[in-house]
């Protein structure tokens, strides 16, 4: 005979599992993208924190108080990867004290794995730039398979961490990956585009754009990430700039200024200023909204086929 304590204890124990199991996951993303994303694949399941902007350059975030109080109370941080964030989350982390989102630990979901990376350096110096992309270039996230493969993973990272949910992420990466391919057969006309089309970058977040729509970067501005260029450097971009003319300048939002006024005075590009990212804010309201600007933009910009 079962005893009334024992009923007791069944029945709260169930009240409990389901308490926990309806609660909703807190998630800390490093990037807006990141963050976007995570709520098109978690929906309802998921409350979400972000603590970086498309318009900020990702390499320097600054923290609040109120970021370690965040990443102390997450149960899963979403990071890019390829040591994007290297240069301000580690210490981050040290400081929240929380086992769980550590890397290693199953509320780490490092969304760059599987990612083959590109333009990885064939020496490493980091006396040379803070941003030196060590193990490669780690902005995957402007390309259309790069937020699908964002999106995959942050599905995998949420079902490790509620494998009670499964269900609802899997339908929610289902919708969002049939959202992307309803727009890439929107792009595809813009997408060829800019097959062969050249451009010139700062600081480069292009690679991966580029490889996927075969237009060309055949210079940037910063020969080591994240420096100034020294005047010799500048010269020979100047110098491609005239004998190749290339239809666009293409830089970061924030380093639309100074060094790029400068170099278009004296050579007369066009200069494209673009968020890294999306922001949050119109145009840039989401990661695909923000994939919509760059491909328009810079098919807009490309000049026409019989130009080329």
Not at 126 to 141: E, I, Q, Y
Not at 231 to 251: Q, S, W
Request: hydrophobic residues 45%; contains cysteine.
């Amino acid at each position: 005979m079962v005893s009334p304590g024992s009923r007791l204890f069944a029945v709260a124990f169930l009240f409990l599992a389901a308490h926990l199991s309806a609660q909703s996951l807190t998630v800390v993303a490093t990037t807006h993208d990141l963050g976007d994303i995570a709520r098109e694949i978690g929906g309802k399941e998921i409350a979400c924190e972000v603590l970086s902007f498309g318009d900020q350059d990702p390499h320097r975030v600054s923290a609040r108080p109120s970021t370690l109080i965040k990443l102390r109370k997450a149960d899963v941080l979403l990071v890019m990867g390829l040591d994007l964030e290297h240069a301000w989350l580690p210490p981050l982390l040290e400081g929240a004290r929380n086992d769980a989102i550590l890397p290693g630990a199953v509320g780490h979901v490092d969304v760059s794995s599987g990612i083959t990376p590109l333009e990885i350096p064939a020496s490493l110096d980091r006396s040379k730039g803070t941003d030196l992309h060590a193990k490669g270039n780690p902005h995957f996230n402007a390309s259309p398979e790069g937020g699908r493969h964002i999106a995959r993973k942050i599905a995998e990272g949420f079902i490790r961490r509620a494998p009670d949910k499964k269900s609802a992420f899997d339908a929610g990466l289902a919708t969002f990956e049939k959202k992307l391919d309803a727009k890439l057969a929107e792009w595809k006309p813009k997408l060829e585009r800019l097959r062969g089309v050249k451009f010139v970058c700062r600081h480069g977040f292009f690679p991966y754009f580029t490889a996927a729509t075969g237009c060309k970067i055949i210079a940037d501005l910063e020969a080591t990430p994240g420096l100034e260029p020294s005047p010799a450097h500048v010269a020979k971009v100047v110098g491609i700039i005239r004998a190749e003319k290339p239809c666009a300048l293409l830089v970061p939002s924030w380093k639309s200024s100074g060094l790029t006024e400068s170099i278009a005075a004296s050579t007369g590009i066009r200069v494209i200023a673009l968020p890294m990212g999306s922001t949050g804010r119109a145009p840039d309201t989401s990661w695909l909204s923000w994939m919509e600007h760059l491909v328009t933009t810079l098919s807009e910009a490309a000049p026409s086929p019989k130009a080329l």
